[in-house]
């Protein structure tokens, strides 16, 4: 009796420890043994902690998928790379007829031409992540339902490609409003372009994870954020200065706790007209980003094993 119940609890300890199962390879005819307790579900939730981990150890996942995915838009055209940079300043032409010459926003603005160049080249990376979150999911479902990884990498992947899109364009950028009259002279300010730079991609990638979740719960939402991002565009004063709204008390508080504008102020303030931004600038956006990037990577963690369903 007694060394049968033995051989019982071996032979349980036995199936617990070492229950595997049989996978038959393609081109061989024998089998492989895969121990289960080593198989993951796919989409599970780990705790925040283990979470970021994760993210880093996909590091390589990242920078591969980003720098394969850069610049794919200019591929399927005949001007290639060049396109990236010359969109923008295209755009920048139309508003500056439409808003500089026929509106006449332009006036009491010291360098317009700069100063419109500088809103639609930087204003454009923060209205894409609007716009891109709605699809992300979607268009990544595939690869999110096949294999177990932080959701979280996909977002942070497309920051990192569009980072690498734009460094093109900023350069073009800065070469255009110090070759165009009147000349905006370099000065030691635009170093600091760089800390404002990582500070709007923070906000850009707390931006993706807030409009990404909100998607996934309410998937109609997919079609209005492209209208918001319009939106936002032109109220953010990319063609117009604030000064135009002095008598306007609501719109000049609106517009200056509108993060968007702040940041382009930051940035128009050290490349145009070589002044250093004021500490609230700097703190206010520097919360803002800061704020947005950690609370929108909890929003998003929370709704982890959500994003792999078919219903997305």
């Not at 019982?8 to 024998?30: C, G, H």
């Not at 979280?152 to 460094?167: F, H, K, N, Q």
């Not at 170093?191 to 979740?213: D, E």
Request: glycine share 4%; charged share 15%.
């Amino acid at each position: 009796m007694g060394d049968k119940t033995e051989n019982s609890s071996t032979e349980a300890m036995s199936t617990k420890d070492w229950l595997s199962t049989v996978l038959y390879t393609s081109n061989k005819d024998e089998s492989k043994f895969v121990a289960t307790w080593a198989l993951q579900r796919i989409g599970t939730r780990k705790p925040v902690k283990e979470y970021l981990h994760s993210i880093w150890d996909y590091r390589a996942f990242i920078l591969f998928q980003s720098q394969a995915r850069a610049f794919a838009t200019a591929r399927n055209s005949s001007l290639g790379r060049v396109w990236l940079i010359l969109e923008p300043f295209l755009s920048a032409g139309v508003y500056y007829v439409i808003f500089g010459l026929l509106l006449q926003t332009s006036r009491g603005v010291e360098n317009f031409v700069a100063y419109l160049v500088v809103g639609v080249s930087f204003f454009a990376f923060m209205q894409k992540s609007l716009s891109r979150s709605g699809t992300l999911i979607r268009q990544n479902a595939n690869i999110i339902r096949s294999f177990a990884f932080p959701r979280a990498t996909l977002i942070v992947s497309d920051i990192v490609m569009r980072a690498i899109d734009t460094l093109p364009l900023i350069c073009a950028t800065l070469i255009f409003i110090v070759a165009m009259p009147p000349h905006a002279i370099p000065t030691w300010t635009w170093i600091l372009v760089i800390p404002i730079h990582l500070l709007m991609l923070c906000f850009s990638m707390g931006l993706m994870f807030v409009i990404t979740k909100l998607t996934v719960l309410v998937k109609d939402l997919r079609h209005i954020w492209p209208l918001l991002s319009r939106f936002w565009f032109y109220s953010s004063g990319v063609f117009f200065s604030i000064d135009r709204f002095a008598t306007q008390y609501t719109v000049l508080l609106i517009m200056n706790y509108n993060p968007a504008y702040v940041v382009l102020t930051m940035y128009r303030q050290v490349l145009i007209y070589g002044t250093v931004p004021d500490m609230w600038h700097w703190l206010y956006f520097s919360c803002w980003a800061l704020t947005l990037m950690c609370l929108g990577f909890i929003f998003f963690w929370s709704s982890e094993e959500r994003y792999g369903q078919r219903n997305i």
